[in-house]
């Protein structure tokens, strides 16, 4: 079985900057577990950087969410703690929006048989990644890690779970 982890989004800004999240803090050592895990058993892993630029206020989304975050070449844009490390010699996609067109285009001329999502924000980046997986590779099993996802607000978070269970076939474990 072909395996593949798909990290999105584990940056500073969303765990100790701009956007600092104690539930994104939280969820670092099971995230970092399963890397090492993915890594002994010689599975893919991929990571997803949130990437803007200076102009980013300016954007349709910086008008959403005016805080300047993950903008390239700062610290806030790098992956957060031991993840960071952990990167070395793996995959890592550049997104400027919430899904990556990126990732569903890399994914689709790949095997996989499941795909693994974990980082954040649960209910944003990793519910609409985990949707472009999906469509790129259909018959392959998608999950989402519970314990390994995080987000300020778990109301959307539960929701967007239910979502993703009962009518995308994307399963939350």
Not at 42 to 53: E, V
Not at 120 to 136: D, L, R
Request: proline share 2%.
């Amino acid at each position: 079985m072909k395996k593949c982890l798909i990290v999105v989004d584990y940056q500073n800004d969303f765990v100790i900057g701009t956007l600092a999240s104690k539930n994104a803090q939280a969820i670092e050592g099971n995230i970092v577990d399963l890397i090492k895990a993915y890594r002994s058993n010689g599975d893919d892993i991929i990571f997803t950087l949130d990437t803007h630029d200076q102009n980013y206020l300016n954007t349709q989304e910086g008008h959403q969410l005016p805080v300047a975050h993950c903008i390239k070449g700062t610290f806030g844009h790098e992956l957060y703690g031991q993840v960071q490390s952990l990167s070395t010699g793996y995959k890592k996609i550049e997104k400027p929006a919430f899904p990556s067109l990126e990732l569903g285009n890399y994914l689709k001329d790949q095997d996989y048989d499941e795909i693994n999502f974990v980082g954040v924000v649960s209910h944003i980046c990793v519910i609409s990644n985990a949707i472009i997986a999906k469509a790129a590779l259909p018959e392959a099993t998608i999950n989402i890690i519970k314990n390994a996802v995080a987000s300020e607000d778990l109301d959307t978070q539960e929701a967007s779970f239910q979502v993703c269970e009962n009518g995308l076939q994307i399963h939350i474990l």
